[in-house]
């Protein structure tokens, strides 16, 4: 970690960029909807500067911005009406934990601790795999990405979610998940 | 449809934290990430003073040309973002959509005359996956015809393409004619020969980037192909900003040749609201997304006090033969940022369907630009080569 001065913004910066791809997996984890995802983002790094020079710095980064991250989209959930759409505790816990261990994982970066992830989606039925690329790797709507894969939406959501328990299952057989499934 | 609301269940842990994780695999994920922070940093900045963003970029390395002094601070006060809203949101997820697939739109602008009147200029822009784009501009709609409200008795003949009669564009030298060998390739990487790059006084017609080249063709169908977008951008900076908020990044200024750059200018330095009521359906009621991003008055005010640079009042069109593209996207040409703009969305996809920019104070010389979308024109990844925007060999005449 960056030596930081409390107001220094620019050490802060390098923090904020070295953690942005785990924040984004956990928001993304959390919510589900890209735009409270998007909001809370934005909203949590500005919380955790203005929390800044409450941090204890004997302890790690990540989990302190992660529990920012949450109290921060739950607040904005409940602002927009929007709190079912959040994990709840137990699966909270779950990420949490499941995000924790990822990160423990020795790597130059979040990025390159995915690769079990990469190595899992080449062993998806190609029908599966082309869902999630089309949906994740080009950013296509979903409707577009069932349209383009050539089959109906209820199909293609059914694919999408088979894939994304089988990565699960995967992931796990890796060593990169841990525990029963959840 | 959204990734998982219409699940009759809640996702499972497993599934959240497995969802979480792909979204790292986005092919343009660093390039959103990398705007998510600046964007996030702003907001700090807007708060604690951007005197300390100043001094955190380091003046210096943006400042190296003075001309670009007083963009600079227009950039970096553009840069401080609004608060985070749906619309915002909304507007990003408009702007990721955007980079994927292609597409094609038309392209209307208004220009301003040297005598007040205003003329037409028509353009297609296709954009691709992999940032590549076409942007040509319409032969086939060149100033001909009857008149135009405003024009002032008749559609003036202003810019790249629009000079003479139809069918006899002003040629000069003889490089370049399209043959049965092909086009005239000649990098701008290597050193000039002949005549230059280009035609002296042949205008560039269209610009475009391969996935791997720039490329540029002007009227007498010399291509000139480079890896350094910015000797490739100045003719046609209708679609960006301010140069100075974009520093030396490489995805920035590829970016700034097609409507993304628009779409992330909005992000900041705008206020945005989402408009509602009868505005957002069409008029078969399907659901559209309409925002209209206003330039917040600090930044209007900024805009004019730095505005003309190099004698270009606003009375002043550009030269009709447009820069040199060795000059670079960083001449003094670069529009300023529309004063209002209005963004039409499929509500569905959030997939663009028009954009309307407003400059009504008239700077320099563009007042409007409408992009709607047509239908794709792109076949094949061969579309975004030159070889297929090679101008009508009735315009590779002898004179």
Known sequence: MPVMDPRDSQAFEILVREHADML???????????????????????????????????RPFAPWLRGIARNTLLGIARKHQR???????????????????????????????????????????????????????????????????????????????????????????????????? | MSLHDDHDDRPSPDERLVHGLLASLAADHAARQDRRVRAAMARIDRQDG??????????????????????????????????????????????????????????????????????????????????????????????????????????????????????????????GRRGPEGPDRRGLDGPPHGDGPGHPGAPPVAWGFDGSEYWQIDLGGTVTRSVDPQRMRDPMPLMGGPEGELDSDQDEEEELLTLQPLLDRLGSGFDLAVVTGAQSRTADGDPLVVIEATLRPEMVAMDRSNKLPMGM????????????????????????PPERVRLVADARTNELVSVTADWPQGNRFLRRMVVERVAPRAADDAWFGPEQHLPPATAIGDG
């Open chain 2, 313 to 336: 009042g606003p009375t002043e069109p550009r030269p009709l033969d447009g820069p040199s593209i060795r000059k670079g996207r960083r001449g003094p040409h670069a529009p300023p």
């Open chain 2, 50 to 175: 951007v005197l300390a963003r100043l001094g955190r970029f380091g003046v210096a390395r943006f400042a190296a040309a003075g001309a670009l002094a007083a963009t600079l601070t227009i950039a970096v006060v553009l840069s401080i973002g609004p608060a985070t809203s749906s619309a915002h949101a909304t507007l990003q997820s408009i702007s990721n959509r955007l980079a994927t697939g292609n597409r094609s739109y038309r392209q209307t602008m208004v220009v301003a005359n040297r005598d007040g009147t205003q003329s037409l200029r028509e353009a297609m822009v296709d954009v691709g996956t992999g940032r590549r784009f076409v942007f040509a501009i319409d032969l086939d709609a060149l100033p001909m015809g009857p008149h135009l409200p405003g024009d002032g008795g008749g559609r003036k003949r202003q810019g790249p393409g629009m000079r003479g009669e139809r069918g006899q564009p002003p040629m000069q030298g003889g490089r």
């Open chain 1, 24 to 58: 984004m997996a956990y928001l993304r984890a959390m919510a589900w909807n890209d735009a409270l995802v998007e909001d809370a983002f934005q909203e949590a790094i500005i919380v955790a500067w203005r929390r800044l020079p409450d941090f204890d710095r004997s």
């Open chain 1, 83 to 182: 709190r079912r759409e959040i994990a709840g505790e137990a699966a909270a816990l779950h990420i949490e934990e499941q995000l924790g261990r990822i990160e423990s994982a020795p790597a130059d970066c979040f990025a390159d601790r995915l690769q079990p992830l990469k190595e899992c989606m080449q062993r998806l039925a190609p029908e599966q795999r082309e869902a999630v690329e089309l949906v994740y790797a080009q950013s296509l709507d979903p409707r577009v990405a069932a349209s383009t894969a050539g089959t109906n939406d209820e199909t293609f959501r059914k694919r999408l979610y088979r894939a994304r328990l089988q990565l699960a299952e995967c992931l796990r057989m890796k060593g990169f998940l841990d525990g029963a499934p959840a």
